[in-house]
């Protein structure tokens, strides 16, 4: 990756490297560095750390706190935050429902959500999957109906990460049942988590953590000043915030921090003097290095105008990087064996490659924008 950094990027690298490092604490890093679960305060007091020194979200319009970086600047300061085991912005606040309210939200919603998304005094979850709505979400079915000056939604969502810390949730619901394609009849609505109805049940996962949750709406009251654009374009604003996810679930950096842990933990322990582990070790740093290029060169061109299909380059990294993230716990797990810490991290990485659009999905896309299948 580093040969393909200007003296510029480097140095802008070597800056942002100073600040991650100034801004978090190291005990906060090191639960990071261990895959050890933040507490709500950990993540909070991080983003806003972060959002203090302009960190929090710069790839935000400017006049919501962007820092005006190029898409070069904000990949190297994504990597640099992952290598470095800084907890990274919410995702559901920075990376999704953000960028969606500032391109085509209310002015009201802009002035309302916006300053107080980027320092996580709201904290967003995201209502997309429902029972029988997951990979395939143009089939949810969860209704919003509209009444006067309100929308009554009921019906359930699941997979609600972190539901149980939520002040609002950005939702795809179904306004209209009877439009010719079902992603047509889909508006995306926010909904405040302490409006009556609304009801949260933990799901518990393999790793032992309370992440997930069953949401439930019993006639729940909105007002219809809280649905985003326009009613009917919720697919739209959906694929929207997807792309943006979808880079950022390929996790490089984390990669790349995980490797330098596990050869420091393998050299201790022994396992180094197995070839068997490292020719494993070694093979995922080659197809670390080779997503990185990737990432790069797609970078340069698009930036030169001469990359097509920015879907298609999100569909390669969401992919890849899902794949590398899951290779590095397992190899981490044979260094450390049945300890409690590596197991939860591996766990937590088999499910990366389902969220944000499972590697099925996004082979299909593929298939369709790269190969015209």
């Not at 007002?223 to 792309?243: D, H, I």
Request: a negative charge; proline letters at 4%.
């Amino acid at each position: 990756m580093d040969a393909l950094l200007t003296d510029e990027d480097r140095a802008f690298r070597d800056h942002i490297t100073t600040q991650l490092t100034k801004a978090i604490p190291e005990h906060v890093r090191d639960k990071v560095r261990r895959d050890l679960e933040l507490e709500r305060e950990d993540i909070v007091q991080s983003q806003q750390a972060l959002n203090a020194i302009g960190l929090a979200v710069p790839h935000w319009p400017q006049q919501w706190g962007g820092a005006g970086w190029t898409a070069m600047q904000r990949v190297i300061y994504l990597d640099q935050m992952q290598r470095l085991s800084v907890p990274t912005p919410l995702a559901f606040n920075a990376d999704m429902i953000g960028p969606v309210l500032a391109e085509f939200g209310s002015e009201a919603q802009k002035q309302t959500y916006l300053p107080a998304t980027a320092n996580l005094d709201i904290w967003w979850c995201q209502g997309f999957s429902e029972p029988n709505a997951g990979s395939d979400l143009a089939s949810l079915k969860c209704r919003a109906v509209r009444e006067g000056e309100h929308y009554v939604i009921n019906g359930q969502k699941t997979w609600t990460s972190y539901a149980q810390h939520a002040d609002m949730m950005f939702a795809l619901l179904r306004t209209d049942p009877d439009a010719p394609k079902k992603q047509m009849g889909i508006s995306m609505i926010l909904i405040d988590m302490k409006s009556p109805g609304i009801t949260v049940r933990p799901i518990k996962t393999m790793d032992g953590r309370d992440e997930v949750n069953e949401v439930f709406f019993d006639d729940v009251k909105v007002p219809v000043a809280n649905l985003v654009g326009e009613e009917g374009k919720g697919w739209t604003y959906a694929k929207f915030l997807l792309e943006s996810e979808r880079h950022n679930i390929a996790g490089l950096g984390w990669v790349r921090m995980r490797l330098d842990r596990i050869e420091a933990l393998a050299r201790e322990s022994g396992h180094w003097a197995r070839q068997d582990f490292r020719s494993r070790f070694a093979q995922t740093e080659i197809d670390l290095a080779g997503i990185e290029m990737l990432q790069l060169l797609a970078l340069r061109g698009e930036q030169a105008g001469s990359f097509g299909n920015a879907n298609t380059a999100a569909s390669v990294l969401k992919i890849r990087g899902s794949q590398l993230q899951q290779a590095t716990t397992r190899l981490l797990l044979d260094v450390l064996g049945p300890d409690a810490d590596a197991a939860a991290g591996y766990f937590t990485t088999r499910k990366i490659s389902i969220y944000g659009g499972s590697n099925e999905i996004q082979h299909e896309i593929l298939a369709k924008a790269a190969l015209r299948l």
